[in-house]
């Protein structure tokens, strides 16, 4: 059986993981360090200091016998593409299947959050997802459109301080109200704890709302080959 060890920032993902693979025969070990996420407002907090951490915490989790790594913080997942060349395993962050669709979907995206720290790095890494696949199809260096990002406000400390019910309801609420300000844009809740706020929007409304939880397991599928009970 395939382990797969999950990093995260808040133990919420956990159940939201745990979940979304419950058909499938793997095992999931998961650790939880939220100290960069109370860091970051800090003064002298950087990047630097992010991938140090993340990069430390990788390779222990090597080092624990397991055979993939999802990366399930949008802070941490952003700074992954150097710091997973350092591991001799597979290291998915969240955000991965989220890139994989928007590079074969040629839709005006608006990505919403919850957590304003995790924007640059997540963002940073859409863009470039785009513009490669920009520069293939037109074969030409010029720039692909900017994707737009918007922040729910006075949400992020709602999950932070344990209140899953009160997050909910203002995530579904502010995805509502961003959809209804951008309409022909397909709206993408980029964060994993967005995931249960956007498939009740979806059932509620039949606004599409896309998720990284909602494209997890077709993906691990193809990148780990991992195979329902």
């Known amino acids: 059986m395939l382990t797969i060890s999950c990093f995260h920032a808040h133990y919420s993902n956990i159940a939201l993981v745990e979940e979304a ?35 430390q915490t990788l390779q222990w989790i090597e080092r624990c016998h397991t055979d993939a ?28 299947p989220l890139l994989a669709e928007i590079q074969q979907m040629a839709n005006e995206y608006i990505f919403a959050f919850t957590n304003p720290a995790t924007i640059e ?22 720039e692909a459109p900017r994707p737009e ?48 706020a956007a498939a009740l929007v979806q059932a509620n409304t039949g606004i599409a709302i896309h998720s990284p939880l909602a494209l997890l397991a077709t993906y691990l599928e193809k990148k780990l080959g991992i195979a329902p009970h």
């Open 21 to 55: 693979l419950s058909a499938y025969a793997v095992e999931l070990v998961h650790y939880v360090d939220p100290g960069l996420d109370r860091l970051k407002h800090d003064e002298g907090f950087s990047d630097a200091i992010t991938k140090d951490k993340v990069s």
């Open 69 to 96: 790594i999802l990366v399930t913080c949008t802070l941490f997942a952003a700074v992954l593409e150097q710091e997973a060349r350092k591991i001799a395993i597979p290291v998915i962050g969240i955000d991965d």
């Open 121 to 142: 790095g997540t963002m940073a890494r859409v863009y470039q997802a785009l513009q490669q696949d920009y520069e293939k199809e037109q074969n030409c260096v010029t």
């Open 149 to 196: 990002a918007v922040c729910i406000p006075e949400t992020f400390q709602l999950i932070m301080r344990g209140d899953k019910e009160g997050y909910l309801a203002a995530v579904r609420e502010g995805l509502q109200y961003v959809a209804g300000q951008h309409p022909g844009k397909t709206v993408v809740a980029a964060q994993l704890s967005m995931a249960p």
